[in-house]
């Protein structure tokens, strides 16, 4: 199990890609856009936001950094745009974690398959922290 930072960007996720490719002397191994993602007909993509960073991936110092742009029409507030991903091949020790941090806590999406994972979810902690959830088989 791995648990990764994941910086989330008010529409410069790629400007801030650039600059920590720059820094740290690596590359991306995974981007997608929301208009390359699963569309959904309750969550339409605006044409506006089908370029923006729905996921992306960079190695920095042993750790896999991850990014995303704000979904469209939610609110972005600096401060609250880390969150940490536990991402994991045991699904037992992932559904464990997560009904745990949920007691006393507010869960965004209850942990459910999704076009990417089997198992994903997301939550913020009784304590503010800000936690995703991804089942990923290996």
């Not at 536990?86 to 459910?112: I, P, Y």
């Not at 198992?119 to 290996?138: A, H, I």
């Amino acid at each position: 199990m791995a648990i990764n930072v994941y910086l989330i960007f008010d529409g410069q996720t790629r400007e801030a890609m650039e600059l920590y490719k720059d820094a740290f002397q690596t590359k991306e191994t995974q981007i997608m856009t929301f208009g390359e993602g699963h569309q959904n007909d309750e969550y339409p993509i605006p044409e506006e936001a089908k370029d923006l960073i729905m996921h992306a991936r960079m190695p920095v110092m042993g750790v896999d950094l991850m990014f995303s742009d704000t979904f469209p029409g939610h609110p972005y507030t600096v401060g609250n745009n880390v969150t940490l991903a536990v991402v994991t091949n045991d699904e037992a020790q992932l559904r464990h974690a997560f009904d745990v941090l949920k007691r006393e806590g507010n869960v965004q999406m209850e942990l459910q398959e999704t076009f990417w994972s089997k198992c994903y979810g997301s939550l913020t902690d009784k304590f503010g922290v800000e936690w995703q959830f991804n089942y990923e088989q290996v």
